[in-house]
């Protein structure tokens, strides 16, 4: 079945950098789209970005445009979120998202805490 595993959380100050990982399995990875979404306290879970199967094509939210990046190693089935200049609103709770056959899969999320 499908699996998402999250890693790479923490707490950080604002400013900083984390870099999250995602180690997928049960299907065929390097066909499908991959997102990363977050869950802010109180607040709706939200898009963050998104890589096409291959990795040549992104998304993000405006929010996190030119201070968050998305890739992937399909040889690896690892999709990544490299966060820069960190922001205390980038706070939350991170997931990994596959949506195939009309189903959302998540994972269990990581949670990022941006605090001084």
């Known amino acids: 079945q499908v699996q998402l595993v999250e890693s790479g959380g923490g707490l950080v100050q604002p400013g900083g950098s984390l870099r999250l990982s995602c180690l997928a399995s049960g299907f065929a990875f390097s066909y499908n789209v991959m997102s990363w979404y977050r869950q802010a306290p109180g607040k709706e879970r939200e898009l963050v970005a998104s890589i096409s199967s291959i990795g040549t094509s992104t998304n993000y939210a405006d929010s996190v445009k030119d201070r968050f990046t998305i890739s992937r190693d399909n040889a690896k089935n690892m999709v990544y979120l490299q966060m820069n200049s960190l922001k205390p609103e980038d706070t939350a709770v991170y997931y990994c998202?596959?949506?195939?056959?009309?189903?959302?899969?998540w994972g269990k999320g990581t949670l990022v805490t941006v605090s001084s």
């Open positions: 998202n596959l949506y195939r056959r009309d189903m959302n899969y």
